[in-house]
């Protein structure tokens, strides 16, 4: 097993964990840290406390110290590969197996920005994010889920906090406490997001500028010109001409 450390703070680090040599078909280990590993290449199975899973790129693996893992590969040379995030002190965390979501990718994202900038205090508060998005109860993970999946599907309704808040039956702190950190971004911000990426997706077919602003649930033709500047680095009538140029 080759452990090549990435980026290293006085609370976490990150190391890069890769099999790159023949290994016994089931392999027993007993976790030394508290940890948890997102798995970037490959596949293997892992069996703790009587339960198992089968993980592959995208999945998460989370362990504490004294915790016997079982691991099963498929070959004797398996190629998977692992990013893990290992605390110097105790969290509050159970050894598992979590499937693969937008919020994890999202976290990963931003771990692979911050490992590229050499932020050591920026891992720190990433770090707390990820442990708050794992240690939230998995009903109130789905109740977010579901606020998120109905600004996916109304953007271009009125939605209100207190609305989004209710579909997730919290109170509205608590509900936009808990959606950024398991989302990473404010429900605001969310839905903003997702307006203006359809937008982009209806100039781009050919729509009007106007008729995009409002469509998408903006109400407010300046607001949305320069919200769209911000998240595109032009305005829409730019991103239409440029279409347009290439279609002719």
């Known amino acids: 097993m080759r452990v090549e450390p990435l980026l290293c703070a006085?609370?976490?680090?990150?190391?890069?964990?890769?099999?790159?040599?023949?290994?016994?078909?089931?392999?027993?280990?007993?976790?030394?840290?508290?940890?948890?590993?997102?798995?970037?290449?490959?596949?293997?199975?892992?069996?703790?406390?009587?339960?198992?899973w089968t993980l592959t790129?995208?999945?998460?693996?989370?362990s504490r110290p004294d915790a016997m893992h079982v691991y099963?590969?498929?070959?004797?040379?398996?190629?998977?590969?692992?990013?893990?995030?290992?605390?110097?002190?105790?969290?509050?965390?159970?050894?598992?197996?979590?499937?693969r979501s937008r919020r994890l990718a999202f976290l990963r994202t931003q771990l692979g920005r911050i490992v590229d900038a050499?932020?050591?205090?920026?891992?720190?508060?990433?770090?707390?994010?990820?442990?708050?998005?794992?240690?939230?109860?998995?009903?109130?993970?789905?109740?977010?889920?579901r606020a998120?999946?109905?600004?996916?599907?109304?953007?271009?309704?009125?939605?209100?906090?207190?609305?989004?808040?209710?579909?997730?039956?919290?109170?509205?702190?608590?509900?936009a406490r808990l959606f950024r950190d398991l989302v990473g971004t404010p429900p605001h911000r969310y839905l903003r997001n997702v307006r203006l990426e359809r937008a982009h997706s209806m100039l781009r077919d050919g729509a009007s500028v106007t008729s995009t602003c409002y469509d998408v649930g903006f109400s407010n033709l300046s607001h949305f010109i320069r919200s769209f500047r911000r998240r595109f680095g032009c305005v829409p009538s730019q991103e239409r001409k440029k279409v347009q140029a290439k279609r002719a």
């Open 148 to 175: 998120r999946r109905m600004i996916d599907s109304q953007f271009s309704d009125e939605l209100t906090l207190d609305a989004l808040a209710r579909e997730a039956g919290m109170s509205s702190f608590h509900f």
């Open 72 to 99: 099963t590969h498929c070959d004797e040379q398996p190629d998977d590969t692992c990013i893990s995030v290992r605390f110097r002190n105790p969290i509050a965390i159970s050894a598992e197996v979590l499937r």
């Open 10 to 52: 006085p609370a976490v680090s990150v190391f890069s964990v890769a099999h790159d040599d023949v290994v016994p078909l089931v392999e027993e280990e007993v976790a030394q840290h508290f940890s948890i590993a997102f798995v970037e290449r490959g596949s293997f199975s892992v069996g703790i406390e009587n339960r198992r």
């Open 118 to 145: 050499g932020d050591r205090m920026a891992l720190e508060e990433w770090a707390g994010s990820l442990v708050a998005g794992i240690t939230t109860a998995p009903a109130a993970r789905e109740r977010i889920e």
């Open 57 to 62: 790129a995208g999945d998460v693996l989370v």
